[in-house]
T-cell receptor
Framework: GNSVTQMEGPVTLSEEAFLTINCTYT??????LFWYVQYPGEGLQLLLK?????DKGSNKGFEATYRKETTSFHLEKGSVQVSDSAVYFC????????????FGQGTELSVKP | GAVVSQHPSRVICKSGTSVKIECRSL??????MFWYRQFPKQSLMLMAT?????????EQGVEKDKFLINHASLTLSTLTVTSAHPEDSSFYIC????????????FGPGTRLTVT
């Protein structure tokens, strides 16, 4: 079946550090891949997406590249800020499954000043 | 645009009672709405998918008689937890999909249910 695996958290970084959150997936066909972010006390927000192999999604300094050969969609940011502290979820969706999202377990990021 | 609201944001109910949670798409028509359950420090678990005007499709292991979902209009879906028990205490999140060709879901802020 389809599944998403993320690196375990929590991840604690100092401000301006480089961030990588690993995400790998298992799916048949060509899923769309997403990163969602959940700030404390808020709902999930779409951070970025990629719909086909080698696509790079980017937003707010974050980026992730859809790597079909390694079935990965790692999230990166060159210089994190305290305001990036949140829980990050990797997810996939297959169009022929009615848009259902399958989420990874989430990775909590804490950025210290 | 693409705002989804949930009401209430928090609810406490006694064991054995029922509670209804509303999910509304405020500025778009939602062809499909999804209901998720999130346990502390864990991921979102899809409970069911509902399309406007038709019965919800439940994920394996989710009791459809316990978690009643109604999607009566293109902007409103409700989740009713019937005969609630303490183990039903959780964070319930809805999302809405705009149009059948769109892959993007817009999430509500969630409802914290506590059953005493």
């Amino acid at each position: 079946g389809n599944s998403v695996t993320q690196m375990e958290g929590p991840v604690t970084l100092s401000e301006e550090a480089f961030l990588t959150i690993n995400c790998t997936y298992t799916a048949t066909g060509y899923p769309s891949l997403f990163w969602y972010v959940q700030y404390p006390g808020e709902g999930l927000q779409l951070l970025l997406k990629a719909t086909k192999a080698d696509d790079k999604g980017s937003n707010k300094g974050f980026e992730a590249t859809y790597r079909k050969e390694t079935t990965s969609f790692h999230l990166e940011k060159g210089s994190v800020q305290v305001s990036d502290s949140a829980v990050y979820f990797c997810a996939l969706s297959r169009y022929n499954q009615g848009g259902k999202l399958i989420f990874g377990q989430g990775t909590e990021l804490s950025v210290k000043p | 645009g693409a705002v989804v609201s949930q009401h209430p944001s928090r609810v406490i109910c006694k064991s054995g009672t029922s509670v209804k949670i509303e999910c509304r798409s405020l500025d778009f028509q939602a062809t499909t709405m999804f209901w998720y359950r999130q346990f502390p420090k864990q991921s979102l678990m899809l409970m069911a998918t509902s399309n406007e005007g038709s019965k919800a499709t439940y994920e394996q292991g989710v009791e459809k008689d316990k978690f009643l979902i109604n999607h009566a209009s293109l902007t409103l879906s409700t989740l009713t937890v019937t005969s609630a028990h303490p183990e039903d205490s959780s964070f319930y999140i809805c999302s809405a999909r705009r149009g059948y060709s769109s892959y993007e879901q817009y999430f509500g802020p969630g409802t914290r249910l506590t059953v005493t």
